[in-house]
């Protein structure tokens, strides 16, 4: 009797350590386990260190967004620097691919070019939004550029937008685009209508894509229909590379009193018609020095009206 009670508890003994044995690690295994998780950890840290500078090099656009680089406030218009960059910006728009493809497409001869801040007497450009008050290093620094149909349906309009003019940091302020397609679809709107002279009825604007600050843009308008006193047009912004940033349709309407007024000073101030077809670049005819803001030139025909 004894020696049974004996015999079950030792088995009871080899039964639970055989459970212990099979249910433990190999002592063995624990230096392997300890290098394979420093090897995954050193792995990690590498990568997220690699991560981080590329990051801190080439941010991607949405970090630009969530976290944009405070830019430096504007030169002042009179500091040799502003008038350098003025001038590097006018050369750029010049060399612009897109628009070196437009002057050279087929149908150039049906396309003026024209500057039509340029046209506006001073006494009226001081009190100018976008041809006065905007104008600068940082904001419109240099005046639109305009490629326009000499049937007047259809205008592009060459335009660099600066840091100045945001509202979100590094993102132009979506009512200062608004601002610009109003005056870049009544461009096409007015001298569509029987005395060139028109007021905006309404604007339907959407925004597709934030528009980032300090490059150009080009402003594409077409006009849809033009009856009696009203005319109704659309057009895009898009960046140099075909990206449609805004897109916005438009209705104007000619006043009642509009044959009061004078439409021959309305055509002027709008840049149209240009007597020349060429671009307005030096080796057009008889070109001559047009002062910019800031004090720069360009070169303008001075066969413009």
């Known amino acids: 009797m004894f020696s049974r009670q004996l015999t079950g508890a030792a088995r009871r003994r080899t039964a639970s350590t055989a459970r212990w044995s099979s249910t433990s690690t190999p002592t063995s295994s624990t230096p392997s386990t300890f290098r394979r998780n420093l090897r995954l950890l050193a792995g990690a840290s590498t990568i997220a260190t690699v991560s981080y500078y590329l990051g801190a090099l080439y941010p991607p656009e949405f970090a630009h967004l969530l976290s944009p680089r405070?830019?430096?406030?504007?030169?002042?218009p009179d500091d040799p620097a502003a008038l350098a960059h003025i001038a590097e910006l006018e050369e750029e728009l010049q060399r612009l691919p897109v628009l070196q493809a437009h002057r050279s497409r087929e149908d150039r001869d049906e396309w003026y070019e024209t500057r039509p801040y340029l046209n506006l007497p001073e006494e009226r450009r001081v009190n100018s939004l976008t041809a006065g008050t905007l104008k600068g290093p940082g904001k419109l620094a240099i005046p639109p550029l305009v490629r326009s149909r000499h049937d007047a349906t259809e205008n592009w309009i060459f335009i660099h937008v600066g840091r100045a003019l945001c509202g979100h940091e590094g993102v132009i302020h979506g009512g200062l685009l608004a601002t610009l397609l109003d005056e870049s679809l009544a461009r096409v709107a007015l001298l569509n209508l029987p005395e060139k002279?028109?007021?905006?009825?309404?604007?339907?604007?959407?925004?597709?894509?934030?528009?980032?600050?300090?490059q150009f843009?080009?402003?594409?308008?077409?006009?849809?229909?033009?009856?009696?006193?009203?005319?109704?047009?659309?057009?895009?912004?898009e960046d140099m590379a075909g990206n449609v940033l805004v897109e916005a349709n438009a209705l104007f309407i000619q006043p009642r009193y509009a044959k009061l007024l004078n439409s021959t000073?309305?055509?002027?101030?709008?840049?149209?018609?240009?007597?020349?077809?060429?671009?307005?670049?030096?080796?057009?005819?008889?070109?001559?020095?047009?002062k910019l803001p800031g004090g720069a030139q360009t070169l303008v025909d001075s066969k413009n009206p």
């Not at 405070?70 to 002042?76: C, D, E, K």
């Not at 002279?197 to 300090?214: E, F, H, Q, S």
């Not at 843009?217 to 912004?237: N, P, W, Y």
Request: charged share 20%.
């Open 70 to 76: 405070t830019a430096p406030a504007p030169l002042h």
């Open 197 to 214: 002279v028109g007021v905006t009825a309404n604007l339907n604007i959407n925004y597709k894509a934030p528009t980032r600050a300090d």
């Open 217 to 237: 843009i080009v402003i594409k308008v077409k006009l849809d229909e033009a009856q009696g006193r009203k005319a109704r047009v659309s057009g895009t912004v």
């Open 265 to 290: 000073a309305v055509r002027h101030m709008l840049g149209e018609p240009s007597h020349s077809k060429e671009p307005i670049t030096p080796g057009t005819v008889a070109p001559v020095p047009v």
